[in-house]
């Protein structure tokens, strides 16, 4: 797909030259260098070449919010996924974090190593290997050993979802053989391993019967609800995001918690929020826990900010400055607690809190749910 | 018939009437006006709307 | 950490070391390196069997 | 299978410390396995996980970091 | 015929059959002087749709003061007597006419015409719908028919500009007031029976040497209810008389029009609104500067350009490009604008006393429901489908529309409108059929 293609695939073509994209974008207002009006002019005017060169290429977060406002519904974050994907063919080399370990790993998980990712799931509860319900776990495992520096408890987030889920009467299955879902790859623009890693994925999930898959981790879903559809057609199965299935549970009264948390605010991350229109959900959880002593930030819901960096890409002041501005925002409310549904986010703000005297907490929905069921 | 009984509605009237022909103006709200009753002043003169 | 993460890819953690020899110990390094590929001998080959 | 697998190992040795004692070794004349292929780095703390996971997925059968 | 609706049509060009049901007033029109006494006594308020709820009015009233028929109307749904079934009947009494009828019904009259023309108007986006703009939710973002109200003499403000949030507090602290008056209504009264001042009474009281007394326990719970008032009061009060009206104004251009997300189509006249409410708040404050942010302002029309030239030479209007990318509140309830100016080609954010939406027009809500009942076509965006080259014919014979019922335009062009279609309906009904000339047009 070359740039005219995907100026076509994202209807870049209605271009109004308004604005909108570059006054919503968060990184515009840190680093005013970047401003997607000004790439989709460049596109426009034939200067695709030059922006496959430029650095600012990467410093996109693809959190959707130009897209979300966009008058021309132009989906500058594809077009931004589509670019990527050009200038990888033409070998540029993404600005990882993390030294790219992380893309290390996803890497690695492509040349077939045998995982031992499940120990923890027998510890939480009971799992099955064959079942309706298959439980895409995602990157937690990683997680927990990378980021365990940060205090980032992200494994308990997927063992309580196993305790929750036995509770309501569920044995999901829990795969060794289950890979990254590819998001991070796809959005660095590594098309074939993202791939690779989806149709092993596809196979895992079919060879164990599974007639829906949960999730907890807003990329995983978002990914398999969009980019799996693209890339492979009808999956066979259905996509349910964890608290979907916990707003059943609710209904039909198999669960129930107590209301004593608080205060506390909400983080809406990007993929769960803006990209899969996943909002009332946690809010109706968080209501559940709270009460009244759940407050809204200043910018919510389809006006939420990024939590500053994404596919593992491009860590910059600019992102450190965003997240301090979120993390002063949810302070602002006067909430104890900054609740957050992704483990991303969770890690990238515990990053940033972790420089400053701030007080306030940051705890992941899942496991707060987990605490308060009674 | 004319259905309508804004500014457009009460023009169309009007005209009709003065041409002899009989016209049932049906507006919905107790009072004719529409819109254009709303208005402060129009441009690009700043006359009075009503 | 980075064993952990070995062990969680199913890659044996016994396959990285970490020793400390100093500018002066020639004979340790010697030896340090013996028993290390002795060992990893005895492992067998890396379980990506990539051609390299 | 060859008669005997002859591993490839990795190491990273620190310019100041190992390095300088691969050297003294191979001055001294000490006898070591020839299986271990030396990367320099200017400090053992330069080396990050990366560094060794990307050894594994090139095909290294085994790692020494040496400081 | 005003406060009806059209129920059912048949019949074809040159001689339709209508049925209108004419909704009951519970005001004879024809004794009804338009004095307006019956307002003044009517006891129950309710939002004025008229001021699009920035004003009230009684469950008795006038949709608007110079409206014609000048004949009062009673809101059934909000009145006392009639749609809460409880005793009143204050209009009927101070009713010098004795127009009010309580027991007056719908009634349904059947016209025979030869054409019909359809002039049922628009109505304005709601702009809540956008969540980045935050209507609804800060006070102070208003849209252009608000404004236009907040602007107008006979409007809620009498023309001036008080904010929203403004209009929010006095109501607070009016209701605050009223408690205040209350209690101490009250406390006096204990005062006076027991010859003791309250402060004094509240020592006691604490202190437990006040005895014992039917009226204590109440006079205490009043007196720390006062307390509590009085101290809720203050800050609003200090805020109040810090509250100036909006002197620095945003215009944000192309809401809900232009916009794939909502209505893609421009609504026309906004432009020229926005520009002409910016020079109405500046002649009644000469202090007042807007700014008006647009993508390009649209000034298509005789005289149009000179107009949108002399705002910005002597209305202190300056016009920005670039679309408002979100608008956020500080504390004092003053908007933040959000926007990247595509000639600086920054990213900007400034605060303003109110901002004002220039929301698109689109179909009125009972179109659809219109089309249904007539048989019409629709067009893609919604308004009554005509051809280019015919653009006052329905896709049914003997049917016309004009004016935005078939697409946004403004009042001139309306008008022009309005004339063309009364002459292709005097077309129809001067050619048709001798059968149809009995109900005239």
């Not at chain 1, 006054?23 to 000004?38: D, E, K, N």
């Not at chain 5, 004025?48 to 003061?65: M, S, T, W």
């Not at chain 5, 719908?106 to 016209?111: A, G, K, P, S």
Request: hydrophobic share 40%.
């Amino acid at each position: 797909m070359n740039i005219e293609d995907a100026a076509q695939a994202t209807q870049t073509y209605y271009c109004l030259d308004c604005g909108v994209c570059t006054g919503s974008c968060p990184v515009s207002r840190v680093l005013p260098s970047f401003s997607p009006r000004i790439m989709v002019e460049k596109a426009l005017l034939g200067l695709g070449d030059e922006l496959l060169k430029d650095r600012d290429l990467w410093s996109c977060l693809t959190c959707s919010r130009c897209f979300e406002r966009c008058p021309s519904s132009i989906d500058f974050p594809e077009f931004m996924r589509l670019l990527r994907e050009e200038a990888i063919k033409l070998g540029t080399q993404p600005a990882y974090s993390h030294h790219g370990m992380l893309q290390t790993i996803m890497e690695l998980q492509t040349q077939g190593i045998n995982q031992r990712k499940t120990d923890w799931a027998r510890e939480a509860g009971k799992v099955a290997e064959k079942g309706d319900t298959f439980f895409f776990v995602g990157c937690m495992p990683y997680f927990q050993v990378i980021f365990r520096y940060l205090g980032v408890d992200s494994l308990s987030v997927s063992q309580n979802i196993i305790k929750i889920l036995n509770g309501a009467g569920i044995e999901p299955v829990v795969s060794d053989d289950e890979h990254c879902c590819g998001h991070d790859m796809l959005w660095n623009g590594q098309v074939e391993t993202f791939e690779k890693l989806a149709s092993h994925n596809l196979e895992v999930i079919r060879a164990s019967g599974a007639k829906r898959v949960v999730f907890n981790c807003p990329e995983g879903f978002y990914t398999f609800k969009r980019h799996y559809t693209e890339h492979f057609g009808d999956l066979g199965f259905e996509i349910i995001h964890f608290y979907d299935l916990v707003a059943q549970m609710f209904e039909e009264g198999s669960i129930s918690v107590e209301n004593g948390v608080g205060p506390i605010t909400y983080h809406d991350p990007c993929r769960l929020g803006r990209m899969a229109k996943v909002y009332d959900g946690p809010r109706d959880i968080l209501t559940r826990l709270a009460g009244d002593n759940f407050v809204e930030m200043e910018r919510n819901r389809e006006n939420a900010v990024c939590c500053g960096t994404s596919g593992w890409a491009n860590c910059s002041t600019g992102s450190k400055q965003i997240q301090v501005e979120r993390l002063k925002e949810a302070q602002a409310t006067g909430a104890k607690t900054l609740v957050t549904a992704c483990q991303k986010c969770q890690i990238h703000l515990t990053c940033a809190l972790s420089n400053f005297e701030m007080d306030l907490e940051l705890k992941d929905l899942t496991s707060l749910l987990a605490e308060a069921i009674t | 018939m004319v259905l309508g009984g804004g500014i457009a509605g009460i023009q169309t009237s009007l005209d009709l009437a003065e041409m002899g022909i009989q016209v049932h103006l049906v507006e919905t709200l107790p009072c004719i006006g529409g819109k254009m009753a709303q208005l402060d002043k129009t441009f690009p003169t700043n006359d009075c709307a009503i | 950490m980075t064993r952990e993460l070995l062990d969680l890819m199913g890659i044996d953690k016994e396959r990285l070391v970490l020793e400390w020899v100093s500018s002066a110990e020639g004979g340790r390094f010697a030896e340090v390196v013996t028993s290390f590929t002795q060992k990893i001998k005895d492992l067998g080959k890396n379980p990506l069997g990539v051609a390299a | 299978m060859a008669a005997e697998f002859e591993p490839k190992i990795i190491a990273f040795c620190c310019n100041w410390c190992a390095y300088a004692g691969a050297d003294l070794a191979g001055v001294s004349r000490l006898q070591y396995p020839p299986n271990i292929r030396v990367i320099r780095v200017m400090c053992s703390g330069r080396i990050s996980p990366d560094f060794v996971l990307k050894a594994f997925q090139m095909g290294a059968d085994g790692v020494l970091v040496s400081g | 015929m005003t406060y009806s609706h059209l129920e059912e049509v048949s019949g074809e060009v040159g001689a339709f059959q209508l049925k209108v049901r004419k909704k009951a007033r519970y005001v004879n029109e024809d004794l009804c002087t338009g004095c307006g006494a019956c307002v003044e006594k009517c006891p129950t308020t309710v939002e004025d749709a008229f001021n699009v709820g920035l004003g009230e009015r009684k469950a008795i009233y006038k949709y608007f003061p110079q409206g014609i028929p000048s004949t009062h109307c009673i809101d059934a749904e909000n009145c006392r007597q009639l749609g809460q079934g409880k005793k009143c009947g204050i209009c009927a009494k101070v009713c010098q006419a004795g127009a009010v009828d309580y027991e007056q019904q719908d009634q349904f009259v059947d016209l025979e015409v030869g054409a019909i023309v359809l002039a049922t108007g628009y109505d304005v986006f709601d702009p809540s719908v956008i969540p980045e703009y935050g209507y609804g939710r800060i006070d102070n973002v208003v849209t252009a028919i608000e404004f236009e109200r907040l602007l107008s003499a006979s409007g809620p403000t009498h023309g001036h500009l008080d904010r929203p949030s403004e209009l929010a507090l006095r109501v607070e602290i009016a209701a605050l007031d009223k408690d205040l008056k209350k209690f101490n209504r009250q406390i006096d009264k204990l005062e006076e029976k027991h010859g003791k001042k309250t402060a004094e009474f509240v020592k006691e009281f604490k202190a437990g040497q006040a005895g014992e007394d039917g009226d204590f326990e109440r006079w205490a719970s009043l007196a720390e209810k006062a307390a509590v008032a009085e101290e809720k009061l203050a800050p609003l009060n200090k805020k109040e008389a810090a509250a100036h009206t909006a002197k620095k104004l945003a215009f944000i251009q192309c809401v809900g029009s232009r916009d794939f997300r909502f209505n893609r189509f421009c609504s026309s006249y906004c432009c020229m609104h926005s520009v002409k409410e910016a020079m109405i708040a500046h002649e009644h404050d000469n202090e007042t500067t807007s700014s008006i942010f647009c993508m390009d302002l649209r000034a298509v029309g005789r005289g149009f350009e000179e107009y949108k030239l002399r705002g910005g030479k002597s209305a202190n209007i300056q016009y920005i490009r670039g679309r408002v990318a979100e608008i956020t509140e500080d504390e004092a309830h003053n908007p933040i604008v959000w926007y990247e100016s595509t000639t600086t080609r920054t990213v900007e954010h400034e605060t303003f006393d109110m901002v004002v939406l220039a929301t698109a027009c689109v179909p009125s809500a009972g179109t659809p429901k219109l089309a249904e009942l007539m048989g019409l076509d629709l067009d893609e965006n919604g308004f009554f489908k005509t051809d280019s080259l015919i653009p006052l014919d329905t896709s049914r014979p003997g049917i016309f529309v004009c004016g935005c019922a078939q697409g946004p335009m403004d009042i001139p062009e309306s008008v022009a409108q309005a004339s063309s279609a009364a002459a292709r309906a005097a077309e129809v009904v001067f050619t048709a059929p001798k059968a149809a000339s009995g109900g005239g047009k």
